[in-house]
């Protein structure tokens, strides 16, 4: 079955690949730092809301004047409709407070876990665990 060179390459490169698509289908949180909360004042640019991942986008302004464009993951539409937020919920020149798991690699990207709205509303994406319960149910 395996006799020539070529068999043997083709064979190979389709293990390979098979073996590579199940890891590519999902990233995972491995390249955030999951121990430290970044909390910066940031001026919304867009807020995409799509599956599988929404998006947020946004700038801040370091004491130098640098501006940052950052670039973070938010849940799907479905889970974040489950905790109050609709498509209109972060809208472009909101300045609000974002919390968030920043990259370890220092790149302006990351997963959010909430904003802080300009009317002081904590909006959540990746809630604690006892909160997700009652933003669900309302608390019931």
């Known amino acids: 079955l395996f006799r020539s060179p070529r068999t043997v390459a083709l064979g190979v ?3 390979l690949f098979a073996l590579a698509q199940p890891l590519a289908a999902h990233h995972g949180a491995s390249g955030y730092d999951n121990s ?4 910066l004042k940031a001026t919304i ?5 799509m ?3 929404s998006q947020v986008k946004f700038d801040t302004t370091d004491d130098k004047g640098v501006v940052t464009h950052w670039n973070i993951e938010a849940p799907p539409p479905t889970m974040l409709t489950e905790r109050g937020w609709n498509k209109a919920s972060l809208k472009p020149g909101w300045v609000v407070t974002m919390h968030f798991n920043a990259a370890m690699n220092g790149t302006p990207v990351g997963i959010m876990r909430k904003a802080v709205l300009p009317n002081g509303q904590d909006l959540w994406a990746y809630p604690p665990p006892d909160l997700i319960e009652k933003l669900t149910t309302g608390g019931k």
């Open 51 to 53: 599956n599988p991942h």
């Open 36 to 39: 430290k909360m970044t909390i």
């Open 45 to 49: 640019t867009e807020f995409v809301w």
């Open 13 to 15: 490169t389709l293990g």
